[in-house]
Structures are given as C-alpha cells and as structure tokens.
C-alpha cells in the first residue's frame, strides 16, 4: 500500500538555524499538508498546498515558514531561524483530488536546542 | 469555526471491560470525521472514517464509532480492551474551508489495567 515518507525522522538543529523537513507524498496526491504537534497537545494544521501555491495557511505559518515541491516528488517545509518553541513532531500529509481523507506520514521529530 | 471537543483528557478501563471514547465537533456543513491512534512518539494512525451512509462504521482492530447529527457526536467504542490499546486517541474533523485541512481534537489518553 502507498505511503508517505519523512526524512529525517529526528532532527536536532541549534537555536537560530534553518531548517528542512522532507516529505515524499503519495505519488497520484494532488494536495499536500504540513501539520504540528508540540509534545503532549494536539495536532495543529500548519499549511496546504495544491497547483504550487498555498492554499491555506494558519496563523502558527508565519514568516519564518515556507513550503515547496521542488521536483516532482518531494514536498519540503523550511524554517528559516528556528526558534526553542518550534521543537514539535512536524507531519506531512497528502491526499487525492477528492480531498476527503489525508494519509498521514510518520512525522519527524524536531529538536531545538 | 470548526472544531472537535474531546472531554475526557484520560481515561482508564480494565483490559477485557468496554470503552467509550466522546467526540463532539462543531462543522456547518456534512462532516467528514475520522479517529486516529498514537502510540507515544509515533505517527498517527487512521482507526475509522465517516463520510456519509450508515452511521455505525466499523474500523480497524475492533473498534467502530457511531455518527449522532442530533447530537454533533461521533463516539468510539470497543466492546472489550486490550492492553495492547493503551495509546493517545484523536478525533478529528475534515473541514473545506477552500484548503481542505484536519481538525484535531485534544486527545484521550487511554489507560489499560490488568
């Protein structure tokens, strides 16, 4: 069964650096989505993204946040300086063109120091 | 606004008694509902789904939820617990908002005793 992949699965950056977070949706998705989850809370949505653009964003998806497919497989959140407070499991979804059901990956783990 | 309220924080059921989980969203529209399970550092994974017709959907490893529009709920249930199912439970609600995106309730975390 298809799946979505992250890379790394655990990241450690330092305070201040940038940062990119890897995805590999399923390969016939159309959309594609960034969400977070700060330990012991929920899932917070961060941004869609569908035809190279965004879509929709939340307020969490500030200027410090971008997004891109730079090929025809990958789908990449960057944080440009990274702060303590976007230590989170970061998961990347995907779905098809009826958007009703997001497949999920197995998320990467950020660490800020 | 879209949302999902799950009451209970934590719950804990003896391993064999039966569970409940509530849910109750809050969506303008026919939602699109899911439950997913998350065993501490992993991902999440999709137990059940919602989309419309019978309102009693069965999902993966015994559980099944049951869709209540009169009462916005959309409760999970397993007639007996293992304590294998000991884990984070989300609700979560499929909202088109023109970026289609999930919203998560806050979690259940289920306890199992022996």
């Known amino acids: 069964e298809p799946e979505v992949t992250q890379t790394p699965s655990h990241q450690v950056t330092q305070m201040g650096q940038e940062v990119i977070l890897r995805c590999v949706p399923i390969s016939n998705h159309l959309y594609f989505y960034w969400y977070r989850q700060i330990l012991g809370q929920k899932v917070e949505f961060l941004v869609s993204?569908?035809?190279?653009?965004?879509?929709?964003k939340s307020e969490i998806f500030d200027d410090q946040f971008s997004v891109e497919r730079p090929d025809g497989s990958n789908f990449t959140l960057k944080i440009r300086s990274t702060k303590l407070e976007d230590s989170a499991m970061y998961f990347c979804?995907?779905?098809?063109?009826?958007?009703?059901?997001?497949?999920f990956g197995p998320g990467t783990r950020l660490t800020v120091t | 606004a879209q949302s999902v309220t799950q009451p209970d924080i934590h719950i804990t059921v003896s391993e064999g008694a039966s569970l409940e989980l509530r849910c109750n969203y809050s969506?303008?529209?026919?939602?699109?509902l899911f439950w997913y399970v998350q065993s501490p550092g992993q991902g999440l994974q999709l137990l059940l789904k919602y989309f419309s017709g019978d309102t009693l959907v069965q999902g993966i490893k015994g559980f099944e939820a049951e869709f209540k529009r009169s009462q916005s709920s959309f409760n999970l249930r397993k007639p007996s617990v293992h304590w294998s199912d000991a884990a984070e439970y989300f609700c979560a609600v499929g909202a088109d908002t023109g970026g289609f995106k999930t919203i998560f309730g806050a979690g259940t975390r289920l306890f199992v005793k022996a």
């Open positions: 993204f569908y035809n190279n653009e965004i879509s929709e």
């Open positions: 969506y303008g529209a026919t939602p699109y």
């Open positions: 979804a995907s779905s098809d063109v009826g958007r009703l059901e997001q497949y």
